[in-house]
């Protein structure tokens, strides 16, 4: 808590909740829902399209939301749903049912939760009646099997396993901690009976169970770690476990056990992280075991001191690629721990809870305690580095990525700047390429099936990705955009024309692309990759193809008549200059004033027809005559076109041969007028009125 020390009934509060404001001594506060400030646990996944992500805040609830939205503005917080109250931990998805969800609170409180009905049905396992009661941690691990997904797991002080999604359940171990008196453990010098205030900090319980895993390679062979440092391992569904925390060397007692991870390649490889920071210790515990356990090696590798691990993953493909999430941020390796790198970006510095990758998206999910939740869309970067670096350049693979007009449904530039939104991954395929030192020369070609380049990245279009290291390139998925105009014209949309269009092209047609990365000259790789259409959308193959056909011959146009129109204001600018001249030549021939006027008027509707002239509709309130001009009319009936993914309507239709007749008609008006404005510039230069150094207007624009 801030307070204002000139006025105390101005203070700013934080917490778990994000930041308040208050000017009337905490009566009301301002909350600032603009900030990502979000403390979540941990996070799963379903695999929609786009998939959904849920997580547990601390004292916020547990939360699902969208992985994407159609809306271009971004990920409102009002597309967020809740599906657990308290303070949300662990929130689980059916992946053979998306409407079946679990949720997990406090002290090992958790549903499962029908997603249509919003209904939630207790399933905690409870001791029969003279059994002692069971200890929950406040994070209680649950895990849905990977072998089947009617199988659940919960763990206490022991672990319990349900084959009827939480309906019965079975205890398949017995305690599994030290199960010692915390009152006699001491924390800064003093006993736990000792304490009167904030006694165990409201932690119910200790020696319990905080980390639980399956392995996705063998049914019933288990790792648990408990919060008073034991580590067990079971290889027959729980019928025995054994402890082997004392095989782990270098680990201090009684350290929490805060993530363990059965490899998803080697049946008997596990990772195990430890946080010693309740200990006052802060060294960095990263082990890796090869034999289920029975032998543990460190990896913290080069890992810098004082990196307190929280969670790890093992890559879903390459199986040397591992990532650690500790207290300061996310860590790689590319050798399984000898050596490990800072991921940064614009990943800030935050604790790093849980690493979830999503396996059909090839993505990375990450719960961070204090920025919310970050989303790594392409994880091929890190999964082919090895081998990346060993090359002079290298071509990552580029992953599918699906066409979508994004959708302006949810305008919220009406809402102020108190909000927050989430980032929508780019629409395109981002083509990652390594460099091992700076290219002078780069270019990116993309072709389409029949070896037609269809867009190609050099020069500007690759500025400040010519570095070494990894650079991307992000392709939309259209064909080439045109270049913009020279002169822009007012109300013009960025060149693109009044009324719509812009300069990007169409899409390309759904179908297989390759791309080909040439370094310097010479060809490093060439990668293919698939381009579906929107999900969303059924369309016949010809429809699809009209649709094309028709946004590509009016976007032909617009580069025809936006050439031609950088000759006509070329010709309006020498035009005006050569009107000021003779207005300011006191000795100019009258008659030579009179053929500059002449041309003027003569110039004046061939100039209209390219926007000279007009205004600025947003001042004249005269948009009907900008509708009617031919930028906007082309401009206006490719964007169209290009806005849903349907057939041209038959006005759309019978309107591009009119609109490419008007156009021709001007073009040949306006080469008649730079021819004329050519002898009438050599005549100014004769006479000495206007400069004999400029050259004439070169004709420019034809209809083809």
Request: charged share 25%; net charge neutral.
């Amino acid at each position: 808590m801030w307070i204002n020390p000139n006025n105390s009934d101005h203070l700013i509060l934080g917490g778990d909740g994000g930041v308040g404001i208050s000017y009337d001594k905490s009566k009301n506060y301002v909350w600032l829902r603009n900030t990502n400030l979000g403390q979540f646990y941990h996070i799963s996944f379903d695999f929609k399209t786009p998939y959904t992500v849920c997580g547990g805040l601390q004292d916020n609830y547990t939360w699902c939301g969208p992985s994407a939205v159609r809306s271009a503005s971004g990920i409102g917080n009002d597309e967020w749903w809740i599906i657990g109250g308290g303070d949300g931990f662990v929130a689980l998805v059916d992946p053979s049912d998306s409407r079946i969800m679990y949720s997990e609170s406090q002290d090992g409180r958790m549903n499962r939760v029908d997603r249509v009905t919003n209904e939630r049905k207790p399933i905690r396992p409870e001791p029969v009646e003279g059994e002692r009661p069971y200890r929950w941690n406040w994070d209680t691990p649950m895990l849905i099997s990977p072998h089947n997904p009617a199988t659940i797991f919960v763990a206490a002080n022991r672990v319990f396993k349900s084959t009827d999604r939480g309906h019965s359940w079975k205890a398949i171990s017995g305690d599994l901690t030290t199960n010692t008196d915390r009152d006699t453990l001491e924390l800064m010098g003093v006993k736990g009976r000792e304490i009167t205030i904030a006694r165990n900090d409201g932690v119910a319980s200790y020696g319990n169970l905080v980390s639980f895993a399956e392995s996705p390679k063998k049914a019933g062979l288990y790792y648990a770690g408990s919060d008073d440092g034991v580590v067990s391992v079971s290889r027959d569904d729980g019928a025995n476990w054994a402890n082997v925390t004392s095989k782990i060397p270098g680990l201090p007692a009684n350290t929490y056990v805060s993530e363990l991870t059965p490899s998803r390649f080697d049946e008997g490889v596990v990772y195990a992280t430890f946080d010693g920071h309740r200990l006052n210790e802060f060294g960095t515990y990263v082990y890796a075991s090869r034999d289920y356990g029975q032998s543990w090696q460190s990896i913290a590798g080069d890992l810098p001191k004082g990196q307190v691990a929280r969670t790890i993953t093992e890559d879903l493909k390459n199986p040397d690629v591992l990532y650690l999430g500790t207290e300061a941020g996310l860590f790689v390796t590319f050798d399984r721990g000898k050596q490990w790198m800072r991921v940064k970006a614009n990943l800030p510095t935050v604790p790093i809870y849980e690493i979830t990758l999503h396996p059909r998206d090839n993505a990375m999910i990450l719960a961070t305690h204090g920025r919310g939740i970050w989303i790594l869309d392409d994880l091929a970067p890190f999964q082919q580095f090895t081998l990346a670096r060993s090359k002079d350049a290298f071509l990552f693979d580029a992953r599918a990525a699906a066409q979508m007009n994004p959708a302006g449904d949810r305008t919220r530039d009406f809402e102020g700047d108190m909000q927050f939104l989430g980032k929508n991954p780019e629409i395109g395929v981002a083509f990652n390429y390594y460099l091992k030192a700076s290219a002078k020369n780069l270019s990116l070609a993309v072709k389409d099936s029949s070896g037609a380049t269809v867009r190609e990245f050099s020069g500007d279009a690759v500025k400040g990705k010519t570095d070494a290291g990894v650079n991307t390139v992000l392709w939309d998925l259209r064909v080439e955009p045109l270049p913009a105009p020279r002169v822009q014209q007012q109300g013009s949309g960025g060149g693109g024309g009044f009324g719509g269009g812009g300069l990007n092209g169409p899409f390309v047609m759904p179908g297989q692309y390759q791309v080909t990365l040439k370094v310097d000259g010479k060809e490093v790789a060439t990668n293919n990759f698939a381009v579906p259409g929107d999900p969303e959308i059924t369309i016949a193959e010809a429809d699809r193809r009209a649709m094309f056909d028709s946004s590509m011959e009016l976007h032909r146009m617009q580069k025809t008549f936006n050439e031609a129109s950088d000759s006509v204001n070329a010709l309006n600018q020498r035009l005006t200059a050569m009107q000021q001249a003779v207005k300011d030549n006191k000795d100019a021939p009258a008659p030579l004033k009179t053929k500059v006027e002449e041309f003027a008027k003569k110039f004046q509707p061939v100039g209209r027809l390219f926007g000279i002239g007009m205004g600025d509709p947003l001042v004249t309130g005269d948009f009907e005559s900008f509708a009617r001009a031919l930028r906007a009319r082309i401009g206006g009936l490719k964007g169209g076109i290009m806005a849903s993914t349907s057939r041209p309507t038959e006005t759309q239709s019978r309107q591009i041969p009119e609109v490419r007749a008007a156009m021709e008609r001007a073009i040949q008006d306006a080469n008649k007028l730079i021819t004329e404005f050519s002898a009438l510039q050599r005549e100014m230069a004769e006479s000495g009125v206007f400069p004999a150094s400029i050259k004439p207007i070169q004709t420019r624009g034809d209809s083809q």
